[in-house]
């Protein structure tokens, strides 16, 4: 098993493994700020039960700060490689002949979501440690209301975050349009060349990043205080 | 026609090469693209100039030697030939075709537009057979029932020339259309289950020792082979690996 592991073959399904686990968690996680846009108390109550539910924290946190980086760092690895098994670069080359945009460039609709998950990090998993863990205050309350949702919507004012975030989504939606059936190709299974899931991974590489793109927008356009 | 040709130009293994432009004139668009590279060399040898060296054998499409790298595409830009079988009518008078040897680190140029394709044979060798007596105690053809789906997918994936187009378009410069195509076409059948574990696992290691890159599915492979090899045969790989792996 520990050989499979280190073989080309075994690289991409740990990828891919690491893959599936983050779109499962980013499906969760778009549902969760849907209900920021529908009714900030269940955006709160859900909020602040993630916050503080110990399997939450202790248990599905680290698995998946484990799966992104795992994920980043393997990407970075497997990249190189294939750099290094490339010759001499082709004096032409046209790659648009033969496979799509976002096939030929993961590592760099990659780069952007990592950029913006370094940002998301500052944004909100900082200040949120901070105050749970350093601070010490797990209570969830400002000024006797639940913080979460004045907190979200606080970060939303500014375009510049806004406009970061928009960009990043769609690069997410890129890296999606390929992943979503490459990671059911690395593990094996044909059934990401078939109509159907191809149909479903187009359909969440869409709706998956325009969700978080109408969250961010509706707080920018429509909430301000 | 009349025709620039971009061509790389590299004297031995060990030397920096370059692309030259050239000029071909009166070309047939009947003729194919290695009829038409013979009319440049004879150019070339009459005006006292070293020809340029390619590879090729039986200019039918079977054999899997010839192997350029033409405006960008593994045997160019036809679907489903080598460039034996590409025909000069995919060109029109006046263009200028820029023509290059397969890259890749594992395909180290020998001269010119000739590279060194024995990791395909070592990748081979490391599994690419069954070990059976043929040896005048001939088994009957029919005596093991095979279903015709299995027949026709190994038959299918046995059409592999081995000519490395699929590593060339590859921006991986992976292997793994290649590879999947040799495992499948026994995995298939029973005659090769009985070393199918230390088949894949021999092959694969010997792929990635050989330094070949990691597939990224990008697909272009399957579209780029001369023999239509479906993406299927990676996947495939894919399992019989991880099979090989929980043994
Ligand atoms: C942290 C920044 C990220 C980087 C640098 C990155 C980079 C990469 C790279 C280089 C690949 C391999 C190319 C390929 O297999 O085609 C890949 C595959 C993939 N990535 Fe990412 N990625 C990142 C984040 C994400 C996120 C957040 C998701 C999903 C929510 C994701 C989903 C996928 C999927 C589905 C695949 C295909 C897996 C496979 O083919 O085995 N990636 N990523
Ligand atoms: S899979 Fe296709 S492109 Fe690759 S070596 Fe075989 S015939 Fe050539
Ligand atoms: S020369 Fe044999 S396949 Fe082209």
Redesign the interface.
């Known amino acids: ?1 520990g ?2 592991f280190k ?7 740990a990828m891919a493994l690491s893959a599936f686990f983050l779109m499962f968690f980013l499906l969760q996680h778009l549902f969760i700020n849907m209900l920021s846009v529908f009714s900030p108390d269940a955006f709160n109550e859900v909020s602040h039960f993630m916050g503080t539910n110990p399997l939450v924290q202790y248990a599905l946190q680290p698995v998946l700060i484990f799966a992104v980086v795992f994920h980043f760092v393997m990407g970075f690895i ?1 990249e190189l ?2 750099k ?12 648009a ?4 945009w976002s ?2 460039n ?1 590592i760099y609709s990659g780069l952007v979501i990592l950029a913006f998950i370094v940002l998301h990090f500052i944004d909100f998993w900082i200040p949120e440690i901070n105050t749970k863990y350093i601070v010490g205050d797990m209570s969830g309350l400002h000024n006797g209301e639940f913080r979460y949702y004045h907190e979200l919507v606080e970060k939303f004012q500014n375009p510049l975050r806004v406009g970061a975030y928009v960009i990043s989504f769609v690069l997410l939606g890129l890296h999606l349009a ?1 992943g979503f ?2 990671a059911f ?6 059934a990401g ?1 078939k109509k159907n899931l191809q149909a479903f991974g187009k359909a969440y590489s869409i709706i998956v990043p325009l969700g978080f793109v109408i969250i961010a927008l509706f707080h920018h356009l429509f909430n301000n205080h | 026609m009349n025709l620039t040709l ?1 061509i ?1 130009r590299q004297a031995d293994s060990s030397s920096k ?1 370059q ?1 030259v432009d050239y000029k071909v004139t009166e070309i047939s668009e009947h003729m194919s693209f290695l009829e038409m590279m013979d009319v440049l060399n004879e150019q070339l040898v009459n005006s006292g100039e070293e020809p340029v060296a390619f590879d090729h054998d039986c200019r039918e499409g079977i054999c899997g030697m010839c192997s350029m ?1 033409i ?3 593994a045997h160019g ?1 036809d679907r489903g030939v080598t460039t034996c079988q590409l025909h000069m009518r995919m060109f029109k008078d006046g263009d200028t075709i ?1 023509i ?1 040897p397969f ?7 020998i001269k010119d537009l000739v590279v060194d394709r024995t990791s395909f044979e070592r990748i081979q060798q490391a599994g690419g057979y069954i070990s059976v007596n043929t040896s005048g105690n001939t088994q009957d053809a029919n005596s093991i029932p095979i279903s015709k789906h299995a027949a026709d997918e190994a038959m299918d994936a046995a059409t592999c020339i081995g000519c490395g187009a699929c590593v060339a ?1 590859c ?4 292997a ?1 259309l290649f590879v999947g195509a040799k495992v499948s076409q026994y995995a298939l059948l029973p005659q090769g289950q009985v070393e199918a574990a230390d088949r894949v ?1 021999n092959m ?2 010997q ?2 020792l050989e ?10 492979c399957e ?2 082979c001369p023999k239509g090899i479906s ?2 045969n ?6 019989e ?2 099979k090989a ?2 043994k």
Request: with cysteine.
């Open positions: 098993m050989g499979f073989s080309s073959i075994g690289r991409k399904v497997l490689k294939n290094k098994a490339n010759g001499v670069a082709y004096a032409r080359n046209n790659g002949a033969n496979s799509t096939s030929r993961m390929h059936t490459s190709q690395s593990m094996g299974s044909t060349r | 971009k790389w090469g692309m790298y405006n960008g595409e830009p820029t290059e890259r890749a680190a594992a395909f180290p140029v378009t921006k991986n410069s992976s793994m696992q694969v290691a792929m990635d330094g070949f890159g990691n597939c990224t599915n990008t697909g272009a579209v780029e993406l299927d990676i996947a495939r790989m894919n399992r690996l991880m792996a929980v």
